[in-house]
């Protein structure tokens, strides 16, 4: 939330939002606090509400608040030869008694053309405030030379604006004067002790007689800079015991110098104290109680000697009330009062005073006021709201609604709601707000923290676990690297076998080759043999026919064949031999040559089992080799694994 601050009072930068401000200051409204975009809170000022009565300045301890006048818009304005003339407050004496003269040379060297003391104004104010009260019978009036006073009451309690004495300031007075009796034309500029005499001058009610509201602080400040002062100057126009009026009850002994201490003069002051005094007040009018003769208020509680806009140096000492004190003795004197001195009785005082300004018209010294309120009142939440916001800010019973620490800047838990309800303020400037979220953000810690505690110990449990599994998984570890070098040597072992039982079956390959050569060698000779045998066979039958051919030529030849038929018969024999030698040779040759063939069958198949065995051998020692290179790589990630393994056993 951002808010432009564009009144005569606004915050700084320095501003930590410690909530003094808005317990100090009498309007609830003035004082927004906002949330800026580091998340600092600040409390800013809202210049529509403000009535400028300085209690922030006093309160705030970081120099935190700043106020606007018209002292560089002045100088500016004489630099361009304006016509410009001086009205000035006579606590500008107090507060400078031996620069004030000076200070004035210092404005008449720089174009200042004339300079009256606004003391001469206050008489006529007295003199305005004592007809009227006497010719209106107005009594219980508020006096009205405090313009943060009157502020409030347009503002904050327009019941009381017919209690408003409807006669100018001392300021006015004497502007007034200056312009319709004196003839001055030029633009008036007053130097004052008052940042809320700015509202004064642009007020529709004054005519704009004045135009700029020089302070004591920045005039003091923006001359010693520029090393302005001057030849003394004194003042144009003698004046009576209106140099009193910025003390406290300055006023009132002014009416008692004139009327007497008989009346009763209510006297409040007080950046606090007035403000509750006219809340009160305004109940006893409305009650019809009975009322003063009148009422002295002023916003300072030193009144203007002590003015919003009077250096804090001068302010810590009563330097200035004994100053006052002394100028207070010297317009007693009969010598500077004449017969407004001490010698005369109140009664002759008066009569001198009337005398003194029958000349003037009293109305030209009316004061006007306008009720200003209707965008200054504040919503009053209902009892449901006032609840809802309670809840909110977790003030669940009574008790916490009864709290009224006043830490927030307001009396009361219900003034705080009611600055919430309005968007003046917000829950988080509660201290108690602050200090239940921050019990249930520590029960939340304390629960949190246990959970990590059970947390914590869970992981340890997990870690003294988890160690254990990688203690046993390191040793796992060891056995696999074992079986997997035992893999890869077997591996190994069993490529070099199935290398050599592949160089072996070759050499069983080669013995079948050879082994067919030998059958085919047999087979050749069984060939060879069978014919062999078939000759004998036809050797055997010629044989054995010419053995028959010899029988019968044996047997024609009688005694003298019968040697040649011995002859013929062994040769029969023989004949018989060989055929049944050759047929016999016959049979072995034929079971021969089928246990040949079955031998060469035998070897076909031999020789193609050979085949696919040297195969799958072969095939087997590539995927020996290819399992031994796969082991070494598994091997390796396993060494990976495990020094990783060893690495988290370590930690």
Not at 385 to 406: G, P
Not at 604 to 617: A, G
């Amino acid at each position: 939330m951002f808010m432009e601050q564009t009144g005569l009072i606004y915050t700084s930068d320095k501003c930590i939002g410690c909530n003094k401000c808005i317990s100090a200051c009498p309007v609830m409204s003035a004082n927004i606090v906002v949330n800026q975009e580091d998340s600092v809170s600040q409390i800013l000022v809202d210049g529509s509400k403000c009535i400028a009565c300085g209690s922030c300045f006093d309160a705030c301890e970081h120099n935190a608040r700043e106020y606007r006048d018209d002292t560089d818009a002045f100088f500016e304005a004489l630099k361009r030869g304006e016509q410009i003339s001086v009205i000035w407050a006579p606590a500008f004496a107090a507060n400078y008694p031996n620069e004030y003269k000076h200070m004035l040379g210092g404005l008449k060297k720089l174009g200042v053309n004339r300079i009256i003391s606004v003391s001469f104004g206050a008489d006529i104010t007295t003199w305005g405030y004592i007809k009227y009260i006497t010719e209106h019978n107005f009594v219980g009036g508020i006096s009205q030379p405090c313009p943060a006073v009157v502020n409030y009451i347009e503002h904050f309690a327009p019941e009381l604006i017919p209690k408003l004495v409807p006669v100018h300031s001392p300021m006015m007075c004497a502007a007034i004067y200056a312009r319709k009796y004196l003839g001055i034309n030029d633009k008036l500029a007053f130097i004052s002790p008052c940042i809320a005499k700015k509202f004064e001058i642009n007020d529709p009610n004054t005519y704009g007689y004045v135009n700029y509201n020089v302070t004591f602080s920045h005039l003091a400040k923006y001359m010693r800079t520029n090393h302005l002062n001057a030849e003394s100057v004194d003042d144009e126009i003698d004046f009576g015991l209106g140099s009193i009026y910025p003390m406290p009850g300055g006023l009132k002994e002014n009416v008692y110098w004139f009327c007497g201490e008989d009346v009763f003069i209510r006297q409040i002051e007080g950046e606090k104290h007035v403000y509750e005094f006219l809340e009160d007040y305004k109940k006893r009018v409305m009650n019809k109680k009975e009322l003063p003769f009148m009422v002295d208020a002023l916003n300072c509680g030193k009144g203007c000697l002590y003015g919003t806009a009077v250096e804090a140096e001068k302010t810590k000492t009563d330097d200035i009330l004994y100053e006052i004190n002394r100028i207070k003795a010297s317009s007693k004197k009969a010598g500077r009062l004449g017969a407004w001195g001490q010698k005369a009785t109140h009664e002759q005082r008066l009569r001198h005073l009337n005398r003194q300004f029958s000349k003037l018209d009293i109305n030209d010294f009316i004061r006007n006021y306008t009720d200003k309120s209707s965008d200054c009142k504040i919503k009053r939440p209902t009892n449901a709201e006032l609840d809802a916001i309670y809840l909110d800010m977790k003030k669940d019973t009574n008790e916490k609604r009864m709290i009224n620490c006043s830490s927030c800047g307001y009396n009361t838990c219900e003034q705080m709601a009611t600055a919430i309800y309005n968007g003046f303020n917000y829950k988080h400037s509660c201290i108690h707000y602050i200090k239940d979220r921050i019990l249930e953000e520590k029960v939340k810690i304390q629960d949190m923290s246990n959970k990590i505690q059970a947390h914590n110990e869970e992981i340890v449990a997990r870690n003294n676990y988890i160690s254990e599994m990688v203690a046993s998984v390191n040793d796992e570890f060891e056995t696999l690297n074992m079986s997997i070098n035992g893999v890869i040597n077997g591996n190994s072992s069993n490529a070099d076998e199935s290398g050599n039982i592949s160089t072996s079956m070759t050499t069983v390959l080669s013995f079948c080759d050879e082994m067919k050569e030998v059958f085919a060698r047999i087979n050749e000779l069984l060939i060879q043999l069978g014919n062999n045998n078939e000759n004998i066979s036809k050797v055997a039958s010629k044989t054995n026919l010419l053995s028959l051919n010899a029988s019968i030529e044996a047997a024609r030849a009688g005694e003298v064949g019968r040697g040649f038929a011995v002859v013929a018969g062994e040769i029969k024999t023989l004949s018989d031999i060989s055929k049944a030698a050759a047929d016999d040779s016959d049979n072995n040759k034929q079971q021969i040559w089928e246990a040949m063939n079955k031998l060469t069958a035998a070897s076909q198949s031999l020789i193609k089992v050979v085949d696919e065995v040297n195969d799958r051998i072969t095939n087997l020692a590539a995927s020996t080799e290819e399992i031994a290179a796969s082991a070494s790589v598994v091997g390796e990630v396993a060494d990976g694994l495990h020094n990783r393994f060893k690495e988290l056993l370590e930690i």
